[in-house]
Structures are given as C-alpha cells and as structure tokens.
C-alpha cells in the first residue's frame, strides 16, 4: 500500500521560513494527485490551507504557499508566527475515489 | 455556512459495531462534485482516512479498512452514517466527518468538530 511520507517534526524560528514536504514511498507527488495540506491544533478539526497543490483556501494568510519542489508537494511557511506552531498534514488523491493523509509534521516555532 | 455534526455512541465493546452519524446543515449531501466521509485519528496520532461516497450514490472505502466499514446515505435527513464492524482498542479515535470535492479540485473543505469513540469492555 503506498504510504505519504512527512518529516514527523520541524521548528523554524519566529519570522523565519520553512517548507514542509509531502512524497510518495514509491514515485513522485505530481500535481495530479492534488495534493492539498492541512493545519490541526490540538482538540481541534483539520484546517484547510491549501489545495490542489498551490491554491490557498478562502480565508489563509498568502505567508503560507504550495508548490511542487522535486518529487514532493511542499508547503512553505513565510514570516513564520507563534500561533503557527501547529501539526500539518498533506492529502493526496491516488485516483479511484481513494485518499491518503501523511503522517503529519509537527512544526514547533522557537 | 455549511456545518457538519458528529453523533453517537461514545463507548464500545470489542468485537461490537461502531455507529456514527453525520447530520449536515446549511447544505444538501446531494449536491453535485461532492464527496462526504469519514476520517479517524487516534490519540496522539495522525489522520486517516476511513471512507466516503460521492453524490452520485458510489462509495469507496480504505483498502485498509474495507472488510469491516459501511457508510450509508440518509438524503431525506440530510445525513450519513459510518458502521465499522468487529472493533477492537485500535480502533479508538476521534472520528470525523468531512465534505471533499471531486471534480477539478479534490480536497477537504468542511469539518465537523470530531466526536471521540472508546472501544473498551
């Protein structure tokens, strides 16, 4: 079965850039598995962020941003702020009415 | 705006059936492009996806979970339902319910705010 790989942890400093990456145990992320990214603070549901690989959703600051880097999806964090700290996860469609969530990164701002 | 709301049992035994409902509002679950389902996450651990049907009627399942999961459609009430069979400790999680869009842009956009189930005796 594939599996959506994320690096489990990260910290970026206040202000500071970070990019988060989202791959395939076997391939590469392309923009046809829309990958799409999620932020989920403890005892809350998953906020969207992104979609389909670089669309920001209605309402998320234009610091976070998505992109194809290499043969993973990424989601850079621009300016990054206390309240970012935060698990993300990314979403890919493997087609067939199938998705798969990655094991989630948890960003810690210090 | 459209909301979505978990509801049911809290607790199960092992080896019994886990039943969530999902009852939406502000919206129809038979609105077109859109799929409805059901995502879990056990304590202290990441998400995952259980199922969902599209509006069409289709349903697709976790492969991982497939033998035990049913979700099931209730138009006239504006809801769905998930069933999942056999349980056992594993399977204690916050379960969420979620609407997905099919078509051009495929991605979560409405949660519904996670109900935590316990599988114990």
């Known amino acids: 079965q594939t599996v959506v790989t994320q690096e489990p942890s990260f910290s970026v400093s206040p202000g500071g850039t970070v990019t988060l990456t989202c791959g395939l145990s076997?391939?590469?992320?392309?923009?046809?598995?829309?990958p799409s990214w999620y932020q989920q603070t403890p005892g809350q549901a998953p906020r969207t962020l992104i979609f389909?690989?670089?669309t920001r959703f209605s309402g998320v600051p234009d610091r976070f941003s998505g992109s194809i880097l290499g043969n993973k999806a990424a989601l850079t964090i621009t300016g990054a702020q206390a309240d970012d700290e935060s698990d993300y996860y990314c979403?890919?469609?493997?087609?067939?009415?199938?998705?798969?969530f990655g094991g989630g990164t948890k960003l810690t701002v210090l | 705006q459209l909301q979505l709301q978990e509801s049911g049992p809290g607790l199960v035994k092992p080896s019994e059936t886990l039943s969530l409902t999902c009852t939406v509002s502000?919206?129809?679950?038979?609105?077109?492009?859109?799929?409805w389902g059901w995502i879990r996450q056990p304590p202290g651990k990441g998400l995952e996806w259980i199922g969902s049907f599209y509006y069409s009627g289709s349903t697709y399942y976790n492969p991982s979970l497939k033998s035990r999961v049913t979700i099931s459609v209730d138009t006239s009430q504006n809801q769905f339902s998930l069933k999942l069979s056999s349980v056992t400790a594993a399977d204690t999680a916050v379960y969420y319910c979620a609407r997905h869009h099919g078509g051009a842009a495929r991605y979560f956009d409405y949660w519904g705010q996670g109900t935590l189930v316990t599988v114990s005796s």
């Open positions: 389909s690989t670089n």
């Open positions: 979403v890919l469609y493997m087609g067939s009415g199938i998705w798969v």
């Open positions: 502000g919206g129809s679950i038979s609105s077109s492009s859109y799929y």
């Open positions: 076997s391939g590469s992320v392309s923009t046809s598995y829309y």
